[in-house]
């Protein structure tokens, strides 16, 4: 092998022979945190979901004693 190693990416797939290194990223990791208004809601959600299962619950109850 004569010259400069050439970068080899990670998804190629293609064995990393040696003097092969991955100079640079392609792209950077978007942040994964949801919008507050997003975050809001979705506890909203999971309450709403709580509730709803605990009346159902209530409710088997309530008909299975008549």
Do not use: H
Request: proline share 11%; aromatic share 6%.
């Amino acid at each position: 092998m004569s010259g400069p190693a050439e970068p080899e990416y990670a998804y190629s797939g293609a064995p990393a022979g040696p003097g092969r290194t991955i100079d640079v990223m392609l792209w950077s990791d978007p942040e994964n945190d949801p919008p507050q208004d997003m975050r809001d809601m979705q506890a909203k959600m999971r309450r709403a979901g709580c509730v709803l299962a605990l009346a159902m619950v209530v409710a088997m109850f309530v008909l299975g004693i008549r």
